[in-house]
């Protein structure tokens, strides 16, 4: 009688999940998640993250004891306390979903090397996290393991063939000497963002039936909230970005989205070949970044005196989440118009996003600086054009912005217009930057 542990990480799920399916193969299976020590003690478990954390934990022992079995939970080392299982269960197989940090990729070999001085084998799935495995499609030759420009990726992702959905498992068998412990401790609830795959898969239902059709014509309007608001499912393996491509279907909706998991996928490919993006510039343009706490501070706080750049930073305090053009607007104005580091903007939104992924948060933060992947490094998203165009009637800067709610079209983006006893009137500061000058400074910096 074979026994395996099914070693759960980013992918808090029993629906389209390959690694439980593969475990489950066995006539007894330990659905096993540890509290990883290094994890825990570090900056990645922020307040939000741990919360969504617990209530999918809370979830994912649900769903597994509707099928039989129960989620065995521990908190340590994660390579010793998978070990002290395996040995207590005699597990002949560990699965695990690969995934493609730093972090990960080391703990994954020393798990695998651990386990094999018991004589125990690692079994690592690809596109558990992903739609497409990393390595999938690369550019070819002999020096280019990953593609660097999306447009060329996304035409190679489109054209290759995606796996079959994975079975969710009918039963599962518990060893009978295994030590469950405790159960997960769950969270306290969050009106915004409850976690767990029952509750994403509530939210996928309801996006793929309604409002994904008008995705391409919607996604950039700051004060509709009309995109999916699925990352923070995806981000914890809640939900399967594989079957969400699946069931996307057909129009320029849909075929916008899934352009999207196309470029999780893109920015996960990259990382896996250059872990080192996490910190170091992708691509390095001799950048001399300016050291201002006192600018820091207020993009921070969304105190810039830039209304649609402190929207964008409240909403962020506030929910945990951003809209993406308004973290695109807000990025550009921290590294091109106060030419303050990337790593600073990457390292806030790492506190404060419940959707903070560190292949998706960093690169696109490399992307937006210039020192990423972008095709056109120089580019500066002017702000105000940027209001103008995606929230043309004010609504998202009012709503994020009180101390203007009751100024017009006109004003609420330019309220300096109105002059110095009117903004302090109404409470809101000047802004920190001539945006008409950040432009030109930025390309001279860039140039010398």
Request: with cysteine; aromatic share 8%.
């Amino acid at each position: 009688m074979t026994t395996a542990i099914a070693l759960f990480t980013r992918d808090l799920r029993v629906h389209d999940n390959p690694m439980l399916a593969a475990a489950a193969e066995a006539d007894r299976v330990v659905p096993l998640f540890v509290l990883d020590d290094d994890i825990q003690r570090s900056r990645f478990a922020s307040p939000r993250r741990t919360r969504f954390l617990d209530e999918s934990l809370t979830d994912l022992d649900e769903n597994l004891r509707g099928l039989g079995g129960r989620l065995v939970l521990r908190r340590g080392a994660l390579v010793d306390e998978v070990c002290r299982i395996a040995e207590e269960v005699d597990a002949a197989e560990v699965h695990i979903c690969a995934d493609v940090s730093g972090y990960a990729m080391r703990r994954q070999a020393r798990l695998a090397e651990a386990l094999s001085a018991q004589r125990r084998e690692l079994r690592c799935h690809d596109e558990v996290v992903t739609v497409l495995a990393p390595g999938r499609v690369t550019p070819g030759g002999a020096d280019k393991d990953h593609f660097t420009v999306f447009t060329p990726y996304l035409r190679r992702w489109l054209e290759t063939g995606k796996r079959p959905p994975a079975a969710k498992p009918r039963r599962l068998r518990l060893p009978s000497r295994l030590s469950i412990g405790p159960r997960p401790a769950g969270g306290s609830a969050d009106g915004t963002w409850p976690g767990g795959e029952t509750e994403g898969r509530r939210r996928a239902d309801r996006w793929l039936g309604g409002g994904v059709r008008a995705y391409h014509e919607r996604h950039d309007d700051l004060a509709a909230d009309a995109t999916s608001q699925l990352s923070p499912y995806l981000h914890f393996g809640c939900l399967s970005a594989r079957e969400l491509a699946d069931r996307a279907g057909r129009g320029e909706g849909p075929e916008a989205f899934v352009r999207q998991l196309a470029w999780r996928d893109f920015h996960h490919q990259v990382l896996a070949a250059r872990p080192e993006a996490v910190h170091e510039d992708y691509r390095p343009r001799g950048d001399r970044w300016h050291r201002d706490a006192d600018a820091l501070r207020a993009w921070k706080q969304g105190r810039t005196g830039v209304p649609i750049v402190d929207a964008g930073m409240r909403q962020l305090l506030e929910l945990g989440w951003m809209h993406n053009r308004a973290r695109l607007i807000t990025g550009s104005f921290l590294t091109k118009s106060l030419y303050l580091d990337w790593r600073a903007g990457a390292w806030h939104f790492f506190d404060h996003l419940v959707d903070g992924d560190i292949a998706n948060n960093c690169l696109n933060w490399q992307w937006v600086a210039g020192t990423g992947t972008d095709t056109r490094p120089n580019r500066v998203l002017n702000p105000l054009r940027q209001a103008d165009r995606y929230d043309a009637g004010g609504d998202y800067v009012r709503r994020w912005v009180p101390e203007l709610a009751g100024l017009g079209a006109g004003d609420v983006h330019r309220p300096w217009r109105l002059g110095d006893d009117e903004l302090g009137r109404l409470g809101y500061p000047a802004p920190i930057v001539d945006l008409d000058q950040a432009r030109e400074r930025f390309l001279d910096l860039r140039q010398r």
